[in-house]
């Protein structure tokens, strides 16, 4: 059971990086970035999320191995701290306060007890100071990162535009035009400026920095797609600098390879770039790895490299440059306009994806399960150019049935498809059956499906509407062409219209029998068998917004929201208003398993939740203040197993989960449990096995048991587990419990060999197949001497009708056949 206060706004997926690059573990099994305000620990080899580190209040702006301990993380948040994580194990060691916002992090291994951070200088408005913390020791797990020591002023806000140079000895910084080069040992500060004219179409802004490992060079990317190798920079007038020319744009980021030999570069064209030797002659390329290349990441030992890019998906590729995997969440698209929509047959959440594809987002594991391109047309990056897009979505109640809209981004004349895909379940994806040019004349509003289950498929009837001022109804016909594949398609059936009006929403009731369908300030309802219109509803002044209807003993009411701040229900047995509130809703989205209806409202920059039934005027859950950003969607994704809640303030939650989406595209939910609870046992710990190198010795010695156990069972041997064998608890706490928080190595020892040894009770296979041959030879000696006196009055005639007479075996000569005939004579067929 939860307790009723334990609800709680628990951030999902979505958002973005915010620049700050990933990080590997040391020996690259482990990727870890930063992902809104928690940190996300990924297996390389499954791509599956491991652990979220979670303790931050705002957003993560930069993780740094421990240069010290390579098992322990830094990271830095808006929140003014500095966090030190034991991520193998998902524990905070220890929190650093600074204070101001923490715009980046660096942690270097030649300062031991100190990292680099850039903070708002006081006072200035957009400046920015990189400045030294000293981190304190203490025995608490809260501490004062008070002291501060300003190394540069002027620096960029982006952690991608600070780098430190060889063996840490001196620090770089870049920003608009200029570039600064502080020594520290030197204490010498050289600065040095490109040319602010653009000339032939040329940018100098510099956009990111790296330096060199071993050497003294500078690689510096710029707004125009150049790359700058600075060297010599120790003298202000005798620097020299050589350029590199591919990228038509910007260049999002640099890195550097592990000896320096090979140069990585990556921006808008979603290529990754490989320079060779310094050269532009010598360069490959990664190309189509699908979205834009915000950061570039090297593991420590140089095999593995990862990108990331603007729609939060993580490529890892290998060092020759060859694509390995892709982690990829919940994509990050320009613009969702299709809604958050579940698919009825994964209950995944479907939106706008890559641009033209929807994507497919398992919430479970929060990963992408597949993408389907929709509009089937090469997206080219260019501004200003006009293209198709996804815009509408709906699903059949079943999920045999997929309705999409595209049109194309002229807003006076733009080109509508209303295109209808049906599932396979031989390719397991949707197939593309009917392509409607044209559906309306103007852009398409809204669209729904009505499947009724006890009229079968003649029941599945799709209805678009328009600001053509109309809307249409869409059935199945059997498709009279004969070089056609399939044996129905899609045409319209029936046109309405009310007035004039654009229509703006549609739904249908639970049972399908009613159709509302909003006309700028009316809302009219239509009987869906006959089409004839039944009533309407208005209440000025705005037009409607949002319309639902209410479902099981809530059925007979339907809701309305409108633009100029009232929310509306009508009885449809009466005809008349039930209610209605003075509200700002935004979203108006009904649980499909119960009567309630989910409303968010957006007043004075702050999100509020209202959650009610129709039947009651006053709602039975308030959340003021939901999160910082504007709710824009929000989706009931309905449960494995209804959820075991006490509360009747949170019944709501019992059999569906409510989703939201925000105007930054972080997706969050209103939960009982924290993020890091709802995932799987098996992804929540490490397996230190998993940690274990595969060596040949491993792999024949792990052959050599299972053969070893296989010839055992062949041969008929009892198999008696030892004790040893079985998972012992003081074990098991001694290894998975991580050592700082372990008691003292005396405490522990005494528990340890208690726990190694065996108790008398448990014998070894031998004794115990000796003492049951004992045991079973003395009961036969029982009853050979009680039954010895029968056998002796026995009469033997009936023996001699045999033909001949047996001999009688004395009590040790049965003693002795006994053993003979347990013995095991299956090593004979070896010969």
């Not at 319209?492 to 007035?499: A, I, P, R």
């Not at 405490?747 to 065996?758: E, G, V």
Request: with cysteine.
């Amino acid at each position: 059971m939860v307790s009723p206060g334990a609800l709680r706004v628990v951030r999902c997926g979505g958002g973005g990086q915010r620049g700050a690059r990933a990080v590997f573990s040391a020996d690259s099994k482990y990727l870890l970035y930063a992902s809104g305000d928690f940190v996300k620990v990924h297996s390389v080899n499954t791509e599956e999320t491991l652990l979220l580190l979670c303790g931050h209040a705002d957003l993560v702006t930069g993780i740094q191995l421990n240069p010290h301990n390579h098992m322990q993380l830094y990271s830095s948040s808006l929140d003014g701290t500095i966090k030190l994580w034991d991520f193998m194990d998902g524990i905070p060691i220890k929190t650093f306060t600074v204070g101001p916002k923490l715009l980046a992090l660096y942690a270097l291994a030649s300062a031991e007890d100190s990292v680099f951070v850039v903070i708002p200088k006081k006072g200035e408005r957009d400046t920015f100071q990189l400045v030294s913390v000293k981190l304190t020791k203490g025995a608490g797990q809260d501490l004062e990162g008070k002291e501060l020591s300003v190394v540069l002023d002027g620096v960029g806000a982006s952690p991608k535009q600070i780098a430190f140079g060889r063996e840490d000895s001196y620090v770089v910084s870049v920003k608009d035009v200029n570039l600064q080069v502080y020594f520290f040992k030197l204490k010498l500060l050289n600065r040095f400026s490109l040319s602010t004219a653009k000339t032939k179409g040329g940018d100098n802004s510099f956009s990111c920095v790296v330096c060199h490992p071993t050497e003294d060079c500078i690689a510096t990317g710029h707004a125009d797609g150049k790359i700058r190798l600075w060297r010599n920079f120790h003298h202000k007038k005798a620097y020299t600098y050589s350029a590199l020319h591919w990228h038509h744009d910007t260049v999002m980021d640099l890195a550097y390879s592990l000896e320096g030999t090979r140069l990585l570069s990556g921006g808008v064209e979603s290529v990754l770039v490989q320079w060779h030797n310094e050269s532009s002659c010598q360069k490959d390329f990664l190309p189509r790895l699908g979205s834009p290349i915000e950061c570039i990441s090297m593991s420590s030992d140089g095999i593995l490299c990862c990108t990331l890019h603007t729609d939060n998906r993580i490529s890892i590729i290998n060092s020759n440059l060859r694509f390995s995997r892709s982690i990829q969440g919940l994509i990050k698209s320009r613009d969702v306009k299709t809604g958050l929509v579940v698919d009825p047959r994964t209950k995944a959440l479907v939106l706008n994806g890559e641009p033209g594809h929807l994507q497919f987002y398992s919430l479970q594991s929060d990963q992408q399960l597949f993408s389907l391109d929709i509009v089937q047309r090469q997206y080219i990056h260019q501004a200003g150019l006009k293209q198709s897009e996804l815009v509408k979505v709906a699903f059949s109640a079943q999920g045999t049935w997929l309705a999409t809209v595209e049109e194309s981004e002229e807003v006076a004349d733009p080109e509508l498809q209303l295109k209808l895909w049906f599932y396979s379940e031989e390719t397991q994806s949707f197939a593309l059956n009917t392509r409607i040019n044209t559906p309306h004349d103007n852009h398409i509003t809204d669209m729904c499906f009505r499947d009724m289950a006890e009229l079968g498929d003649d029941s599945l009837i799709l209805v678009t509407t328009g600001r053509d001022c109309v809307f249409k109804v869409w059935v199945m016909v059997e498709d009279s062409d004969p070089e056609a594949h399939q044996s129905v398609s899609w045409s319209c059936d029936f046109v309405g219209s009310y007035h004039n009006y654009q229509a703006t929403n549609c739904c249908f009731s639970e049972d399908g029998s009613l159709l509302a369908v909003s006309f700028e300030e009316t809302v009219t309802v239509w009987d869906s068998l006959t089409w004839e219109l039944k009533c309407t509803f208005c209440h000025p002044p705005g037009n409607i917004r949002n319309i639902c209807f209410g479902r099981l003993t809530c059925s007979k009411y339907l809701i309305g929201a409108t633009d100029y701040g009232f929310l509306c229900c009508w009885n449809l047995l009466t005809c008349a208003l039930e209610w209605s509130a003075h509200l700002n809703i935004v979203v108006l989205q009904p649980d499909p398993l119960s009567e309630h209806i989910a409303a968010v409202s957006w007043l004075s920059k702050e999100s509020s939740l209202f959650v009610f039934k129709p039947s009651e005027p006053w709602p039975i859950y308030i959340q003021r203040n939901l999160c910082k950003e504007k709710i824009l969607l929000a989706a009931f994704v309905p449960r494995d197993e209804p959820e075991m809640i006490s509360s009747e303030k949170y019944c709501w939650l019992r059999k569906s989960q409510l989703f939201f989406l925000t105007d930054t595209q972080e997706l969050m939910t209103l939960s009982t449990k924290s993020l890091e609870e709802r995932l799987t046992p098996s992804s929540k710990q490490l397996a230190v096995e998993e940690s274990l190198p595969m060596t040949p010795f491993s792999v024949l010695l792990g052959k050599h048991r299972r053969q070893q156990a296989q010839e055992d069972t062949d041969l008929g041997k009892p198999v008696v587990h030892n004790k040893q064998e079985q998972a012992s608890p003081a074990v098991k706490e001694l290894l998975h419990t991580p050592a700082h928080v372990l008691p003292s190595a005396s405490f522990l020892c005494t528990i340890f060999i208690n726990s190694l040894l065996i108790s008398k009770e448990n014998k070894s296979a031998e004794e115990v197949a000796d003492e049951v041959e004992m045991e079973s030879e003395k009961a036969e000696d029982d009853s050979d001497e009680e039954d010895v006196t029968a056998m002796e009055q026995e009469d033997t005639s009936h023996m001699e009708l045999l033909g001949e007479m047996t001999c009688k075996l004395s009590k040790s000569q049965e003693k002795e056949l006994r053993k003979i005939r347990k013995m095991d004579y299956s090593w004979i067929s070896a010969f």
